[in-house]
């Protein structure tokens, strides 16, 4: 059996990581969500907002829980 990446919260809903490409895609996730925010300043238009750090913190949001529910024990319900 392969192991998993993720092991389930003890309490609450969620996932934290238990191996080391658990801990990757963990400190990926963390380094490209600070890099977008670099990418915005006092003067960006919420266009620009959009564009540049929601859209992108969303759809990287989604993905590590893809890939956490994927590669992870199953959550408590």
Do not use: C, H
């Not at 925010?37 to 590590?64: K, Q, Y």
Request: charged share 15%; net charge positive.
């Amino acid at each position: 059996m392969q192991q998993k990446w993720f092991k389930r919260k003890t309490y609450g809903w969620g996932w934290t990581p238990s191996t080391w490409q658990g801990w990757t895609i963990a400190a990926l996730y963390i380094v490209l969500v600070i890099l977008f925010t670099t990418t915005i300043d006092a003067n960006s238009s919420p266009r620009e907002w959009m564009f540049t750090f929601v859209l992108p913190f969303v759809f990287l949001t989604l993905t590590f829980v893809r890939i956490a529910y994927k590669k992870g024990e199953s959550p408590k319900l």
